[in-house]
């Protein structure tokens, strides 16, 4: 696959057209497994990961989902390609930086992705726009089907799917919803909202998984554990708690407009005026201030500014997006000018007023 081509599309999950796309950004599954008859990852030698690689990337193949997949080597990446899959929510960070031979295979549309050689043998995951928590189930669940078909993969009959890390040992799922939150981290709910989901085993997250920082007010909200669950409860569990995170959030940002819609306007055309303007910008204040942009053209606050054309901002102006789309390394001083005029030139092309009160 040509990097260089994804650098000039959208992902599907970041087009904005899944249900409840206002506040959720993306529904993914992710399942780990692992072959029978090679040791885990972290205790296989060089030449048997090779060996993983190659046999996983020769039986995939023969499923019927392997003539929709595209392979990248990312063992024979250089950083900022790695970086760009990371950023794309095709990898993993701990795939990017691992070592030895590991590969991603990804279809057309960056719906599923396989990642082999991570932490497990194989990581299987799918990726929708909106809260579709029920249709990324439905297709990872017969991608996992197909592969287990040509692939022996390790089960035990009273643990269920063996994996490297024991939180993920039975289903080896992992279910996970990107929210954007920003009212409620205005109104100072954010934490208590938080603590609830800690309570019943619910685990938050920054923009790219576990260790990752929240950066513009958004969020993944996971299972923690998978053991002594199925599937489908663990898909139910997160798709329960969901709606009423929507619910509260809708209620916050109703209550912005309601009770200091002169201050929250304020927030959104000050942040609107930093990005058509600023001759030099960081990639996390520009996620802050994108994240703000993002609730004004919700609230009807920003017209004629199309919801999808922010969220491909949010990633274009990660780091490795922004060395792609110059076709050169850039330093921390160059990528922040190079950001700058990047978004002065999109929001000259795609207009956009902020509305009066």
């Not at 399942?31 to 990961?49: D, K, T, Y």
């Not at 019943?200 to 299972?223: K, T």
């Not at 489908?232 to 200091?260: H, K, N």
């Amino acid at each position: 696959m040509n990097l260089e081509s994804l650098t000039q599309a959208t992902g599907e999950w970041l087009k904005g057209t899944g249900p409840e796309s206002d506040i959720v950004m993306s529904s993914r599954v992710r399942l780990a497994r692992n072959l029978a008859q090679f040791p885990f990852v972290g205790r296989a030698s060089e030449q048997e990961r090779g060996e993983i690689e190659q046999f996983l990337r020769e039986q995939i193949a023969t499923a019927p989902i392997g003539k929709d997949l595209e392979y990248i080597d990312v063992g024979q990446l250089e950083e900022v390609d790695r970086q760009f899959l990371v950023e794309r929510q095709l990898i993993s960070r701990e795939h990017a930086e691992a070592q030895g031979a590991r590969s991603v295979a990804i279809d057309r549309v960056e719906q599923v992705s396989l990642m082999i050689n991570e932490e497990d043998h194989l990581r299987i995951q799918c990726m929708h726009s909106g809260l579709d928590l029920a249709g990324v189930w439905e297709q990872i669940r017969v991608v996992d089907e197909q592969i287990g078909k040509v692939v022996p993969y390790a089960f035990h009959d009273r643990w269920g799917y063996l994996t490297a890390c024991p939180t993920n040992v039975g289903t080896g799922i992992r279910v996970s919803v990107m929210l954007h939150l920003p009212a409620l981290v205005i109104t100072r709910q954010i934490d208590k909202v938080f603590r609830s989901l800690h309570k019943i085993s619910l685990a938050v997250r920054g923009l790219y998984g576990e260790g990752s920082q929240a950066m513009g007010d958004f969020y993944q909200i996971s299972n923690q554990t998978t053991l002594g669950r199925t599937e489908e409860e663990l898909v139910e569990q997160v798709g329960d708690v969901v709606p009423v995170l929507i619910d509260y959030e809708r209620r916050a940002r109703e209550f912005l407009v309601r009770e200091t819609q002169q201050n929250v306007h304020d927030q959104v055309s000050r942040a609107f005026g930093i990005l058509r303007t600023a001759q030099t910008i960081t990639a996390e204040e520009t996620m802050q201030l994108l994240s703000r942009v993002r609730m004004g053209v919700l609230l009807g606050l920003i017209g004629d500014i199309n919801i999808a054309d922010i969220n491909s901002l949010l990633v274009q102006t990660q780091p490795a997006h922004l060395q792609k789309l110059r076709g050169v390394e850039l330093d921390t001083k160059d990528r922040n000018i190079e950001r700058a005029r990047y978004l002065r030139k999109h929001f000259e092309s795609a207009g956009g007023a902020t509305s009066p009160n």
